[in-house]
């Protein structure tokens, strides 16, 4: 065959040349030539060849051809390694390697002349030194293995000797298949009239007569030499078993495929999708049999983004054997074909069940069983080990299946009998079945009608008895009479033979072969059991690099008396050639990656080995830096060597080079092959290639590979997508991110235009990315491009963006022309804010274009343009007086009750008249009236209260202008709620045009009772470049309410300023920073009750017990928007549940276990509940939710009678969806609606679309993760102090040393006014570090409005940790109540 040879794609590529070493030339390929499973023999039995059955014609080699019910020995050779038997002759390997036949010999299958048939072993002269591991034989051929060849001969009518289209018909003298030399042919096996092999790098050969499919090639023509079965490729098969006309492979990972006739059910395939559609059954019962599937496979199929139905219907169909599976059957059927499934109306007509007349299957297929461990074929059955069961299906006339009954299976059906006997293999006859367990016991079933199955003879001790037999049902299901040649049992074998062995040593059966009606046992000492199977290739692999690396240290390290000569014949090059050998095979084929690094149990490639195999080979002859040698021989020496490790390493990475292309133009010539899951793995394994990070290969390979990646059938990149999200995060970022972005970078930046390649890396990253939603390995840092975000014009791709989008006809999601902004992972936050900015401007400019039509035309709305709330203020004044009213009757009426509540159920919301029951949750009496006296005076003792307060704490404070303050009394901070009840302390952050001491913030606060409403403050309402906010302190939540529900829409898009009513501070931005803060905390108050705390994650959820108007929700979305669009970040931590549904992202049951861990494990736990118990039994659920009420938790059906229905293991499933959808989405939906409708007033154009809902939440809440080491990069210096002054560095080695993770976020806080990073994270922080005076016990201060520290010049480090812990612990903002 010859060799395929990449294409020459390297263009000005320098790839590593290929070295040619001299000591190379004498090594032989054989460190990776993999023998059967059965190694030759070394025993010490004297005898352990024994074989029983028909023997017609010689075929037993015991002699004579009388048929054999006993056991018997055969004769000439005492010990066998291998036998195989066809119908009349037989093959075998004996101890010493040397290769014997004997029986009929009409047609040459014994390789003797023709007519000369041998009852005995005879051996082959022929084939002496060939050094023969195998045999197989056929209805009348015979095929040997050798390490390196395949040589067969016997009957060639059909093709299956493989010697070519001139061969003859009888194939007498051996010779070797030429096709097949080199190959590395792994194993061999013949069905009657047909043989298969398979190799090394598990590619699987098939040649022979092909009327029933049996070769796998898609048609029925007879092949007469070897064929590749491209139906395979790249399936990572191990082993393979033939019957007469059928065939199987199976593969390393445990699965199953099947080919060729099937009109007994041997093959075991369920029904093709479009026959499986008009199966006998109704809808209800196709709907009931799809619900029992597994519900692991089911959530993570739907978390791929696969409709619950769809993966329901498609787990269901592929028996439950994994999620890849499910998916490659899902999108390999027909739309008309997968509606025909999915049709669920109750009592649809029954359609009869339509069976194909042609029962040949030209494919291989996969067989619904996984974790299979062995496999067998009979001439019309077949048998299956796997982890946890043996199975079996196919013809059962003579109970060969072991089921009880005589009834043909056309599915795997386990067989009961056999459970816990631990059975390894399996061999079948035409119509018997043999069975090995792993303590050597055999069991048999089926047809002893020549004695192939010694089970009818009279067990010792018990003469004149024989075993009860089990009845048996026929094909029609009646009862049977039970013959004594046919056992539909599996029964253990009467095996006496092993009590009479000859010898030192008792024996155990450690092999068995079955002809066609015929049975052979191999023996050795139970000590001499094999403990575990052959060495996969990978552990081959491991043992050569491991070896090579030994050497390589030992010669680097040998003593300085070593000649030159010695180092160029030493192990350095001697252990190269196999692991250059091994690199070509292993990572250039795609079946021996998978066959390699694939898990043994499951689809998918062990990354993190197939990682530390690569860097292994490549760490190897890397010479380590030693010190200066001290004799100049020494030197000499030491140079050839690294010389000799340099051409090594090379040799090495050229080997590597030259498999990625092989494995590329693989991939590239079977892209529609690869959308099987076992070959979709091929494709994991080629994107965490080395290489991809070496940017002149990654030039070369990564735009194949790509191209590879988006040209394969859709399912194959769906499990890419499942697979990636299961990856370990920083595998992930290394291997697969970060060559991608590294291409992206360094091809944008030389060509400057997008290229088909650079279209296809952002789309390949974008799968990854989508990996990435799913697993949450990686931060959306790792995505960001800076190239792309900074330097290019996004801007232009924005606005094609945002055309195609206005477009009626568009879907949002679906690509028009190429955008960066259809890829928005791409773009860091400082870029989409600039965007969702420039779109701010665009609604503004409209907003104020339209006014001024709608005023020059003289429309209605010229005169007065429309508020953001429409009289909001005359509503809430109504509601007010309406509630003073109601709580006036409840006085005189002696009615004891909450005004607060009462008003509330009256149509007035609490927001107002929060601080009425401030007195009365202080014990104090009832709330008087506003404007009584009364009213007045409970004002002033809160107000007297705080300034006691103050005045204790500013008598120990050191101010600074727009700066930070600190107490050291004030040791700990105040709990989240603490702002709403009692006496309080606002850590917050101000600014001002002067500096303030005590006495003249005391003075202000004591005034502040006396201050003005908003309207009478003479600060002016409205400004041509400013949204005013114009607050009193006292009434900060109903002055900010309503002065944002008077704004014009067009004014909240101005830059906001807020001016506290009675201080003269004037906003450079930390006043606006303090507001926020201070409304925030007030906003989270629990005595509002319009949001929920939970504890378990600390966020904020919205009451659906809520009695709040719908504009208090909806002012405050506006807040939240107002804050994102001024730059501001709050500390109102919500979950992220929130942000996904504001993009318009659905919500699942992660999203909720995300935010309540407790209710989302239940609830996973009750999907994934498998026993013991059922699920009404365990969990005792019925279809209702609790809510949390007003000081109750009321009970909510889910569904029309849910109290009355009870949550099964049918309708699990439903009643999650339905749990999930009523507290995400049906329990708050007046809440969110209004919340959503404020928030999009600002963020409501498509550029909100282009976060994700985590940097959503970041840009309001800032990023937790800080990095302080890129705060002190981009730091200034000013008033004499640098980033080399001692003082300096003690600072930074304090907050990077010194400090704890709370104390570092009191620091951040301290310096800018904020705990968390901006967006961007700390780098982009515009920090100064101004010296402020010498040596002194003052507090480090600062200015919060320009992120400037003052820091006196302190004489020693411990004076300045100190100091500096002081006053971050006890830091109060400028505008301190």
């Given at each position: 065959m010859d060799k395929q040879k990449p294409a020459d794609n390297s263009g000005n590529v320098r790839v590593p040349p290929k070295i040619k070493i001299k000591a190379l030339e004498a090594v032989k390929d054989t460190e990776y030539q993999v023998s059967p499973s059965t190694p030759l023999l070394s025993t010490a039995i004297d005898e352990n060849g024994w074989v029983c059955g028909r023997n017609s014609v010689g075929q037993l080699g015991v002699g004579g051809n009388a048929d054999v019910h006993e056991p018997s020995t055969l004769q000439v050779v005492r010990q066998w390694a291998a036998l195989s038997f066809g119908e009349g002759h037989a093959a075998g390997v004996s101890g010493e390697g040397e290769v014997f036949t004997w029986g009929k010999n009409n047609l040459g299958q014994i390789g003797q002349n023709v007519g000369h048939d041998k009852d005995v072993p005879t051996k082959m002269e022929i084939l002496k030194g060939w050094d023969v591991r195998a045999l197989a034989c056929g209805a009348h051929h015979t095929v040997a293995l050798t390490p390196e060849d395949v040589i067969s001969w016997g009957a060639n009518s059909e093709g299956q000797c493989g010697q070519g289209e001139r061969a003859e018909t009888m194939w007498v003298k051996p010779r070797s298949i030429k096709p097949l030399q080199g190959m590395y042919v792994s194993q061999v096996v013949c069905g009657k009239y047909h043989t298969l092999c398979v190799t090394a790098t598990s590619q699987v050969f098939a040649w022979g007569l092909n009327t029933a499919g049996q070769l796998g090639l898609n048609d029925v023509l007879v092949r007469k030499s070897?064929?590749?079965?491209?139906?395979?490729?790249?399936?990572?098969?191990?082993?393979?078993?033939?019957?007469?006309?059928?065939?199987?492979?199976?593969?390393?990972?445990?699965?199953?495929?099947?080919?060729?006739?099937?009109?007994?059910?041997?093959?075991?395939?369920?029904?093709?999708?479009?026959?499986?559609?008009?199966?006998?059954?109704?809808?209800?019962?196709?709907?009931?049999?799809?619900?029992?599937?597994?519900?692991?496979?089911?959530?993570?199929?739907?978390?791929?983004?696969?409709?619950?139905?769809?993966?329901?219907?498609?787990?269901?169909?592929?028996?439950?054997?994994?999620?890849?599976?499910?998916?490659?059957?899902?999108?390999?059927?027909?739309?008309?074909?997968?509606?025909?499934?999915?049709?669920?109306?109750?009592?649809?007509?029954?359609?009869?069940?339509?069976?194909?007349?042609?029962?040949?299957?030209?494919?291989?297929?996969?067989?619904?069983?996984?974790?299979?461990?062995?496999?067998?074929?009979?001439?019309?059955?077949?048998?299956?080990?796997?982890?946890?069961?043996?199975?079996?299906?196919?013809?059962?006339?003579?109970?060969?299946?072991?089921?009880?009954?005589?009834?043909?299976?056309?599915?795997?059906?386990?067989?009961?009998?056999?459970?816990?006997?631990?059975?390894?293999?399996?061999?079948?006859?035409?119509?018997?079945?043999?069975?090995?367990?792993?303590?050597?016991?055999?069991?048999?079933?089926?047809?002893?009608?020549?004695?192939?199955?010694?089970?009818?003879?009279?067990?010792?001790?018990?003469?004149?008895?024989?075993?009860?037999?089990?009845?048996?049902?026929?094909?029609?299901?009646?009862?049977s009479r039970h013959t004594r040649s046919e056992v539909t049992v599996p029964t253990r074998l009467n095996l006496q033979f092993l009590q009479q062995q000859r010898g030192n040593k008792s024996a155990v059966v450690s092999s068995i072969v079955a002809g066609s009606y015929c049975s052979a046992l191999l023996t050795r000492a139970p000590d001499e059991l094999p403990d575990q199977r052959p060495t996969r290739l990978a552990d081959r692999l491991r043992e050569a690099i491991q070896s090579a690396a030994e050497q390589a240290a030992n010669s680097s390290g040998s003593s300085s008396s070593s000649t030159a000569s010695d180092r160029d014949r030493g192990p350095s090059a001697k252990h190269l050639k196999p692991i250059v050998t091994a690199v070509e095979m292993v990572f250039g084929s795609a079946a021996a990656l998978s066959a390699t690094f694939g898990f043994k149990d499951r689809i998918g490639i062990d990354?993190?080995?197939?990682?530390?195999?690569?860097?292994?080979?490549?760490?190897?002859?890397?010479?380590?830096?030693?010190?200066?040698?001290?004799?100049?021989?020494?030197?000499?020496?030491?140079?050839?060597?690294?010389?000799?490790?340099?051409?090594?390493?090379?040799?090495?990475?050229?080997a590597l080079y030259k498999a990625a292309g092989q494995l590329l133009d693989d991939l590239h010539r079977n892209v529609r092959l690869l959308g099987t899951p076992e070959r979709a793995q091929v494709l994991l394994a080629a994107a965490q290639s080395p290489l991809l990070a070496e940017k002149k290969l990654a030039s070369v390979l990564i735009p194949r590979l790509c191209n590879s990646i988006l040209t394969a059938p859709s399912s194959s990149r769906h499990c890419l997508v499942k697979w990636w999200a299961e990856y370990p995060g920083p595998l992930l970022q290394e291997r697969v991110v970060m060559p991608l972005q590294q291409y992206l970078t360094d091809e944008l930046f030389v060509t400057k235009k997008l290229t088909v390649s650079v279209m296809n890396v952002i789309k390949v990253l974008a799968k990854v990315e989508e990996a990435n939603q799913l697993g949450r390995q990686l931060p959306p840092e790792a995505f960001y491009n800076e190239l792309i975000s900074e330097k290019?014009?996004?801007?232009?791709?924005?606005?094609?963006?945002?055309?195609?989008?206005?477009?009626?006809?568009?879907?949002?999601?679906?690509?028009?022309?190429?955008?960066?902004?259809?890829?928005?992972?791409?773009?860091?936050?400082?870029?989409?804010?600039?965007?969702?900015?420039?779109?701010?401007?665009?609604?503004?400019?409209?907003?104020?274009?339209?006014?001024?039509?709608?005023?020059?035309?003289?429309?209605?709305?010229?005169?007065?343009?429309?508020?953001?709330?429409p009289d909001h203020k005359a509503s809430l004044l109504a509601k007010d007086a309406e509630l003073q009213v109601d709580v006036r009757s409840a006085a005189v009426g002696g009615r004891r009750g909450d005004p607060r509540r009462q008003g509330a159920r009256s149509g007035a919301g609490a927001l107002r008249n929060l601080w009425q029951n401030m007195w009365r949750n202080n014990g104090e009496g009832e709330a008087p009236a506003e404007g009584t006296p009364g009213y007045q005076a409970a004002d002033e003792r809160q107000m007297v209260a705080r300034e006691v307060s103050g005045s204790r704490l500013h008598s120990h404070v050191s101010t600074s202008t727009s700066g930070t303050t600190s107490d050291p009394h004030h040791l700990q901070p105040p709990p989240p709620h603490a702002a709403a009840v009692g006496l309080r302390h606002t850590s917050s952050s101000g600014s001002g045009s002067g500096s303030f001491g005590a006495d003249d913030i005391g003075l202000q606060r004591a005034s502040s009772m006396n201050l003005p409403k908003p309207e009478e403050s003479g600060v002016p309402a409205t400004h041509p470049d400013m949204c005013i906010l114009r607050i009193r302190r006292n009434h900060l939540v109903e002055d900010a309410l309503d002065e944002i529900a008077r704004q014009k829409p067009r004014d909240v898009f101005?830059?906001?300023?807020?001016?506290?009513?009675?201080?003269?501070?004037?906003?450079?931005?930390?006043?606006?920073?303090?507001?926020?803060?201070?409304?925030?905390?007030?906003?989270?108050?629990?005595?509002?009750?319009?949001?929920?705390?939970?504890?378990?994650?600390?966020?904020?959820?919205?009451?659906?017990?809520?009695?709040?108007?719908?504009?208090?929700?909806?002012?405050?979305?506006?807040?939240?928007?107002?804050?994102?669009?001024?730059?501001?970040?709050?500390?109102?931590?919500?979950?992220?549940?929130?942000?996904?549904?504001?993009?318009?992202?659905?919500?699942?049951?992660?999203?909720?276990?995300?935010?309540?861990?407790?209710?989302?494990?239940?609830?996973?736990?009750?999907?994934?509940?498998?026993?013991?118990?059922?699920?009404?039994?365990?969990?005792?659920?019925?279809?209702?939710?609790?809510?949390?009420?007003?000081?109750?938790?009321?009970?909510?059906?889910?569904?029309?009678?849910?109290?009355?229905?009870?949550?099964?293991?049918?309708?699990?499933?439903?009643?999650?969806?339905?749990?999930?959808?009523?507290?995400?989405?049906?329990?708050?939906?007046?809440?969110?609606?209004?919340?959503?409708?404020?928030?999009?007033?600002?963020?409501?154009?498509?550029?909100?679309?282009?976060?994700?809902?985590?940097?959503?939440?970041?840009?309001?809440?800032?990023?937790?993760?800080?990095?302080?080491?890129?705060?002190?990069?981009?730091?200034?210096?000013?008033?004499?102090?640098?980033?080399?002054?001692?003082?300096?560095?003690?600072?930074?080695?304090?907050?990077?040393?010194?400090?704890?993770?709370?104390?570092?976020?009191?620091?951040?806080?301290?310096?800018?006014?904020?705990?968390?990073?901006?967006?961007?994270?700390?780098?982009?922080?515009?920090?100064?570090?101004?010296?402020?005076?010498?040596?002194?016990?003052?507090?480090?201060?600062?200015?919060?409005?320009?992120?400037?520290?003052?820091?006196?010049?302190?004489?020693?480090?411990?004076k300045l940790t100190d100091r500096l812990k002081l006053a971050i612990m006890n830091a109060e903002g400028f505008g301190l109540e």
């Open positions: 070897p064929a590749v079965v491209d139906a395979l490729w790249a399936m990572p098969v191990h082993q393979l078993a033939a019957g007469d006309a059928h065939s199987a492979a199976l593969t390393s990972n445990g699965f199953l495929f099947m080919w060729g006739s099937n009109e007994k059910g041997q093959l075991g395939l369920p029904a093709a999708a479009d026959v499986a559609a008009q199966v006998s059954r109704s809808a209800s019962e196709r709907r009931k049999a799809r619900r029992k599937v597994n519900q692991r496979f089911l959530t993570a199929m739907m978390d791929m983004g696969i409709p619950n139905e769809k993966a329901e219907l498609a787990l269901s169909e592929t028996g439950n054997v994994g999620v890849e599976v499910a998916a490659e059957w899902l999108f390999s059927v027909p739309d008309h074909v997968l509606e025909k499934h999915l049709a669920s109306e109750p009592n649809t007509p029954v359609e009869a069940a339509q069976n194909p007349e042609d029962h040949r299957v030209m494919l291989p297929r996969r067989v619904p069983l996984q974790h299979v461990r062995c496999v067998a074929a009979g001439g019309h059955h077949t048998v299956a080990v796997t982890d946890t069961a043996v199975c079996a299906w196919g013809s059962n006339s003579c109970g060969q299946l072991g089921t009880r009954t005589f009834m043909d299976k056309a599915s795997p059906t386990e067989i009961k009998e056999l459970e816990g006997a631990r059975v390894d293999h399996v061999a079948c006859g035409a119509q018997h079945t043999l069975f090995l367990c792993r303590d050597g016991t055999v069991y048999g079933c089926g047809s002893t009608e020549y004695g192939q199955l010694p089970y009818l003879k009279f067990t010792a001790g018990a003469a004149g008895t024989e075993p009860a037999l089990p009845n048996a049902l026929d094909q029609d299901g009646e009862p990354v993190e080995l197939l990682d530390e195999m690569q860097k292994s080979i490549l760490g190897l002859y890397r010479t380590p830096a030693t010190s200066s040698p001290s004799a100049l021989g020494r030197v000499n020496i030491d140079a050839i060597q690294e010389s000799i490790n340099g051409l090594c390493s090379a040799s090495i990475q050229t290019l014009d996004v801007e232009d791709h924005y606005v094609a963006w945002r055309q195609t989008h206005d477009q009626p006809q568009h879907q949002f999601g679906l690509d028009g022309p190429f955008s960066f902004c259809s890829y928005p992972f791409l773009l860091n936050p400082r870029a989409k804010s600039k965007l969702l900015h420039t779109e701010a401007r665009f609604l503004m400019t409209q907003t104020v274009h339209q006014a001024r039509i709608e005023q020059a035309n003289g429309s209605g709305r010229a005169g007065v343009e429309e508020r953001v709330l101005k830059p906001l300023r807020v001016h506290f009513i009675g201080e003269d501070g004037i906003d450079a931005g930390g006043v606006k920073k303090e507001f926020f803060q201070l409304l925030v905390t007030e906003l989270l108050c629990p005595d509002y009750g319009m949001l929920i705390f939970q504890s378990e994650t600390r966020t904020y959820w919205f009451n659906p017990s809520s009695l709040e108007d719908e504009d208090e929700f909806m002012l405050v979305g506006l807040v939240l928007g107002l804050a994102i669009y001024n730059a501001v970040l709050l500390d109102f931590p919500l979950p992220l549940a929130l942000y996904r549904k504001l993009i318009g992202q659905s919500c699942t049951l992660r999203d909720l276990q995300d935010m309540e861990p407790t209710l989302g494990k239940s609830l996973n736990a009750l999907l994934q509940h498998e026993g013991p118990g059922t699920v009404e039994d365990v969990f005792c659920q019925n279809f209702s939710a609790g809510v949390p009420g007003i000081g109750e938790t009321l009970t909510v059906p889910l569904k029309d009678d849910g109290e009355d229905i009870m949550v099964t293991d049918d309708n699990r499933r439903e009643f999650v969806d339905l749990y999930v959808d009523y507290y995400l989405n049906a329990a708050i939906h007046k809440q969110f609606e209004a919340f959503a409708r404020g928030f999009m007033m600002l963020c409501g154009g498509p550029a909100i679309h282009l976060f994700s809902a985590t940097e959503l939440e970041r840009l309001v809440c800032g990023n937790p993760l800080l990095d302080f080491d890129a705060m002190q990069a981009n730091a200034r210096y000013d008033g004499g102090y640098s980033p080399e002054h001692r003082v300096v560095k003690w600072l930074w080695e304090v907050v990077r040393e010194v400090m704890d993770d709370e104390e570092k976020r009191r620091f951040l806080k301290f310096f800018t006014g904020s705990d968390r990073a901006p967006i961007g994270g700390l780098g982009n922080l515009r920090c100064i570090i101004q010296r402020d005076g010498t040596e002194s016990n003052k507090l480090p201060t600062s200015h919060t409005c320009f992120n400037t520290l003052l820091l006196p010049s302190y004489k020693s480090k411990e």
